[in-house]
């Protein structure tokens, strides 16, 4: 079955930088389109990024624009999201998702496959 393990989060101070792995297996990877999702405390899931099947086609939300960036090593499996600059608002969980064509609904969390998170908190 497909499975998407986000790893690399924790606790960092604003201002500093972390880098979030997503390690795919089950799905033949070069195929899909990965986004990176976020849900922080009291707030709905939110659409940070994405990227397509060669990176040359890359999203941002306009919260994390110019400040983090996406990218992904097909060979291994695995998609990447380097955030720099941290600020509070940053702090949440982060998803790793799948999604073999994507489209509108992407950005609203309409992905095929996702990951169980791993949590990213900023402290002042």
């Known amino acids: 079955q497909v499975q998407l393990e986000e790893s690399g989060g924790g606790l960092v101070q604003a201002g500093d930088s972390l880098r979030l792995s997503c390690a795919a297996s089950?799905?033949?990877?070069?195929?899909?389109?990965m986004g990176w999702f976020r849900q922080a405390p009291g707030k709905e899931r939110e659409f940070v990024g994405a990227?397509?099947?060669?990176?040359?086609?890359?999203r941002y939300a306009d919260s994390v624009k110019g400040r983090f960036t996406i990218s992904r090593d097909n060979p291994k499996s695995t998609v990447f999201l380097q955030m720099d600059s941290l600020k509070l608002e940053d702090t949440a969980v982060y998803y790793c998702?799948?999604?073999?064509?994507?489209?509108?609904?992407?950005?609203?969390?309409?992905?095929?496959?996702w990951g169980k998170g791993t949590l990213v908190t900023v402290s002042s």
């Open positions: 998702a799948a999604k073999r064509l994507f489209d509108s609904t992407a950005y609203e969390g309409g992905m095929d496959y």
């Open positions: 990227i397509g099947w060669s990176g040359i086609w890359r």
């Open positions: 089950g799905l033949y990877f070069s195929t899909y389109y």
